[in-house]
């Protein structure tokens, strides 16, 4: 059988093959899970409303609730102000964590917190404690309540917060990056162990009775590719679910999904493509981890840099590079910093490099699935026949 015909063949075993096997199904499961964590913790964590504070104090002003609830209003927070009996009582519930600031009034004020905690209440407090000083001060002066109280009066400033979506899309890309990174470094070692298995047990040269080298190479790239898709559609079913109930997501990060989806296909076709050819060259499934051990070390490394952000200038670079572009340009699109002419030379390089590699590999199996008895080189492989 020949050309595509032969492709289906091999592609439908696989593909049937995967869906008997445990450890796929696995993998669906986790991807699910964590996707559905993804779209319920953030709501279940901020369902909360705004957060409530406890402050104990001694000797308080009879402005200082008023002023403090007011501080805090900026912030979307609310305070519970309990009187103690004396300043030992404050320090005593501060440390037992019962309260979490403590004011002992006096004619130096101290504030009491743990170390490295709850700043912006203390911050809060502090204004509280500096206008009602103030207060002070104007009415000894002379000025009446109703003087102090408008010259203190200013309208609160307004808070512009620039590019307020960038968290949830730097949150998304990480997450993006992680659920490609696992599936190539997966779904490539399951190629490289199926075409040493198959050539251990000779069931590839029963195979090649049928089909040719390329199409059983390709068949089997096309039909893991499938099964990698099935997978990643287990992990999108949460987010069409939520989006479906009225939920949404980050600005842009939607649209860069739906497009960072084809460099995924594209980096799945390049990396199960290498790791056919370089499956071919072992003798046993034991063998098979070692010899894609320079592409997992590219995975491994990409996904590494990334941790430092995708607008990153390293991660600007290695868009543009085949190996590595599967992961850094998701990544990016989701950030919303790619830019045109880096997507349009990320896809460019991409293909060029799938059809190369595809060729590559196709001379690599060919020649390398039918001799046996010892681990082979990739140099004596690729060396001309005398």
């Known amino acids: 059988m020949k050309g595509l015909g032969g492709a289906r063949l091999v592609a439908a075993r696989e593909i049937t093959e995967a869906f008997r096997r445990k450890s796929f199904w696995a993998i669906v499961g986790i991807l699910f899970l964590g996707s559905t964590a993804a779209m319920v913790v953030p709501a279940v964590v901020g369902s909360g409303g705004s957060t409530t504070y406890t402050v104990s104090v001694v000797g308080r002003t009879p402005t200082f609730d008023q002023q403090l609830t007011a501080a805090l209003g900026a912030i979307d927070a609310r305070v519970k102000v309990h009187d103690a009996p004396d300043a030992a009582t404050v320090r005593q519930v501060v440390h037992d964590r019962k309260a979490d600031v403590g ?17 912006q209440l203390v911050a809060a407090t502090q204004q509280a404690l500096a206008i009602g000083a103030l207060s002070s001060r104007l009415e000894q002066a002379g000025l009446g309540p109703g003087d102090v109280a408008r010259a203190l009066a200013s309208p609160g400033a307004t808070i512009e917060r620039v590019d307020p979506g960038r968290s949830g899309r730097v949150a ?16 490539m070692m399951q190629v490289a162990n199926g075409t040493a298995i198959e050539k251990a047990n000779r069931i590839s040269e029963v195979l090649l009775a049928i089909v040719r080298p390329g199409a059983l190479l390709f068949g089997k790239v096309l039909g893991v590719t499938a099964t990698g898709v099935v997978a990643l559609l287990g992990g999108l079913v949460p987010v069409i679910v939520k989006l479906g109930l009225g939920g949404s997501l980050p600005n842009g990060l939607g649209g860069a999904v739906a497009v960072g989806a084809f460099w995924f296909l594209l980096g799945l076709t390049l990396y199960l493509t290498l790791a056919g050819a370089l499956g071919a060259l072992v003798e046993r499934q034991e063998e098979a981890g070692s010899a894609v051990s320079p592409l997992m070390a590219v995975l491994i490394g990409t996904f590494i840099v990334l941790q430092t952000g995708p607008d990153s200038p390293v991660a600007a670079v290695l868009a543009y590079f085949p190996l590595s572009s ?9 950030a919303g910093v790619a830019s045109p002419a880096e997507i349009v030379g990320s896809l460019v390089t991409g293909l060029l490099a799938v059809a190369l590699a595809f ?6 199996y060919g020649r390398a699935i039918v001799r046996t008895g010892r681990r082979l080189k990739l140099g004596e492989v690729l060396r001309p026949a005398r």
């Not at 009034?105 to 700043?119: M, S, Y």
């Open 103 to 119: 004011v002992i009034f006096g004619d130096q004020p101290t504030i009491v917190v743990r170390a490295g905690q709850h700043q």
């Open 172 to 187: 998304g890309a990480f997450a993006i990056s992680l659920v490609l990174y696992l599936l190539l470094l997966t779904l």
């Open 326 to 334: 599967p992961l850094v340009l998701p990544a990016r699109l989701a």
């Open 359 to 364: 060729r590559f590999a196709t001379v690599v």
